[in-house]
C-alpha cells in the first residue's frame, strides 16, 4: 500500500512497533516521503502498522532505496548490507561530482542517455538530483534532441522495462494491465501510440522513449514523485514497414489499427485509467499523430483531466515567446501577420492560442483569425485549392488564391512572424528569411520542427540572412550564434517551460479538467521570466537554468485560476517571501492554523523562492504536529478533532531553492505529499 519510504516516515510519527529505531533511521536518512492514504492503520488501536523495511541486498537492489555509498555505517547493520559496500562513506553530492565525470567522458550522446537510463535504474534520487541540478546540459540528452535518437535505437538499447506496454489485442482487459503496474498511487500518467515521435514519424513501441523522457522532466522540474509517475505506450501497430522488418522491432508486428477498433480501445483506455487510479489523474497525450490528436484531445477534454502536449504545451510555449517578442519588436500580438509552415497538431493549437491572445488584447475572433496563415504539404491553406481546407484548421483557411510555392507566399503575405512546424529539415531557405527581412525590420523566426535535423532552418541560418535583425527560437537547442561581432545565444520554445508547471498545478489542486485558458496563463508567466539581459544576448525564454523556478510558478498560476475559476469559495491567500523567511513562515502557519479551526473553505498558496532549511524543518514539524491532532476510527478513517475534514498539503522542493506549499480543504481525504532530493 505505501512505499517504503513513506511507511518509514509513518513510524516515525506513530512512534510504535519494533521496528522503530530502524524506521527512525530511515526516516532520517529518507528523503521521498508520502503517506498518500489513510488505510494502513491497525483496526482496533488505531495504530499505523509497522512495515517490514526491505533489508539487505534487495535495499541495495531497489533502485528508490539505494543510496550508493552513501549509507551510513548505523544505516548499514540497521539494513543488513553491512559489508555490501566498500568501506568509504561517499555522500551523494560526492556521487553526485563522479556522476558528472563519468558521463562527461563519453563523447556520443547516445552514450550519455545509456548512461543516464543505467543510473536511474540503480539510484533514482542520484539521478534526479543530477539531471535537476544541472538541467542545460542534461535535459537534450533525456528529452529532445537526443531522446529521439534513442528511441529511433529503442529495439537496442531496451535493457529494463520502464513503465507500460498495452496492445490492441489487450482490449477488453486494460484494466487488468493497469493493475500489474505495482505502484498504487499514480497522479500522472503520459502516453503515446507512438505514430508521430518528434518529427521522426511512426516509431511505433519504439516511442516509448518519449513519456519516459516526460515524466523524467515531471519529477525533476515539478517535483512530482517518479512513484505517482506513469509512462505507457499504446501498441496498435505500426505502419512503418522498416520497422515491421526489423528483427529488433520490439512491438507488434501488424498494421496500425484504425477506425471503430481504436477509438474503442483508446476509449476503453481511458476509462480504465480512471478506473484504477481515479477521475484526477492527469492523462496527457503524446506524440499522437494529426488525425488522432487534436479528435482526441476535443473527445476528452471535458471528460477527462487530461491535455496534448503537443497540441497545447507547445502553444503555450510558442505563444510565450511571441509574448516576449512584442518586447523587442514593439508591435501588440494584434499588430502581428502570422505564417505557419506546416498546419499539423503543432501549428494548429499555437495559432488557436495566438489567437486568444489577440482577443485578449481587444480583436474579435474572427479579425484574430484573419492574421493567420497556414502553410501545408498541398500548399497554402486556401478554400479555393484542390480537395479544400482540412477539418482540423478550418478556422485558417483562406477565401485567396491557391500558392504552392512557398517563397511567394513569403513574398505575397507578408507575414512578420514565420513559424515552422512542418518537420522539414531547412524549409527556411536563404530565400525565404531575406524576405522576411523585407517584410519587417524585426522579423520573429521560429523554426520549431525537431530534432535538430528538422528545425526549418538554423540559428545562424537565421541571423546571416536577416542582417542579424531576427528574432529568433527553435524547437531543438542550436548552438551560440555569431553575427557582426557579436554573440547571440537563441531560445529554445521547449515544452518543458510549460508541461511540469501545468502538470504541478493540476494535480495540486486535483482540478478536473484543463481549461485552454491554464495555457494561456501559463505562457504569460513564462514570457514574464524573460529579463532584458535575455532579450539583449537573442533570447526569448529564460535559460534552461531556470525552469525550475519557472515551473514553480506556473503550478502556482495554474493553482490560483482552478481555484479562482472553479471553487468561488474558497479564500484565496498568497504570501511572497521578501526577507525574512523565518518570520514570514510562522505567520503563515498560524493563520494556516486558523483556518482549520474556523473555515472548511480556505486555500493557502505560499510561494517562496529561496526557501531555506530552516523552513524546511519548521514545515516539516508543523506536518508532524498535524498527525498528533488527528485520531482514527475503528475502520482506520480520520477523524479530525477539531472538525477539519480534509488536509491537502503540497510542499515540492528543490535544492531548497524553491518551494510551493498547498493547503487546502477539499474532501473527506487527508494527504499528504512531500518530496525533496
Ligand atoms: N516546442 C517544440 O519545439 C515543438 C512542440 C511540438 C512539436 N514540435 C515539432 O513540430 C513538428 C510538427 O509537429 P506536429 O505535431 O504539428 O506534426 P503534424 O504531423 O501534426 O503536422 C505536420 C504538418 O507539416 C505539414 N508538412 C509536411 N511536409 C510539408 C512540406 N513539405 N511543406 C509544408 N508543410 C508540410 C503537414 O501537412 C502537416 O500539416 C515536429 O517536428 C515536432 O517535433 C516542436
Redesign the pocket.
Known sequence: MFSTASKSLLCCTSAIGPNRALASILTKSSSLISVPQNRDYHEVTGNIICPNVVRGIDHLRDPRLNKGLAFTLEERQALGIHGLLAAKFKTQEEQLDICRISIDRYEDNLNKYLYLVELQDRNEKLFFRLLAENIEKYLPIVY?PTVGLACQRFGLIYRRPRGLFITINDKGHIFNILKNWPEPDVRAIVFTDGE?I??LGDLGAYGMGIPVGKLSLYTALAGIKPHQCLPITLDVGTDNQDLLEDPLYIGLRQKRARGKEYDEFIDEFMEACVQRYGQNTLLQFEDF??IN?GRLLKKYRNKYCTFND?IQ??AS??VAGLMAAVRVTKRKLSENIYLF???????NGIASLTVAAMVAEGLTEQQAQERVYM????GLLSTRREGGVPEHAKAFGKNIEPEKD?EACVAKIKPSCLIG????GG?FTPNVLQQMAKNTERPVIFA????TS?AECTAQAAYDNTEGRCIFA???PFPPVKYNGKEYHTGQ???SYIFPGIALGVIATATHHIPETMFLTAARTLAHYVSEEDLAIGRIYPSLAELKEVSVNIAIEVAKMAYDEGRERNVLLEYEMVSDLYTQCQEILKNTSKGFSTCLNTLLIYRTVTAGRRVQKLITNRQQAYFTRVTRDIHGNFIFKSNIYVLYLILTSFDLVSSLISFTILSKRFLFYFVEY
Open positions: 529532445t508521430r518528434l518529427g499523430a494529426l490528436a503537443d504545451g507547445t510555449v510558442a509552415l506546416g498546419a499539423g497538431s503543432a501549428a502553410f501545408d504539404v498541398d512557398f512546424c512542418s518537420t522539414v524549409a520549431l520542427s525537431n530534432p528538422k527553435s524547437g531543438s520554445g521547449n515544452n
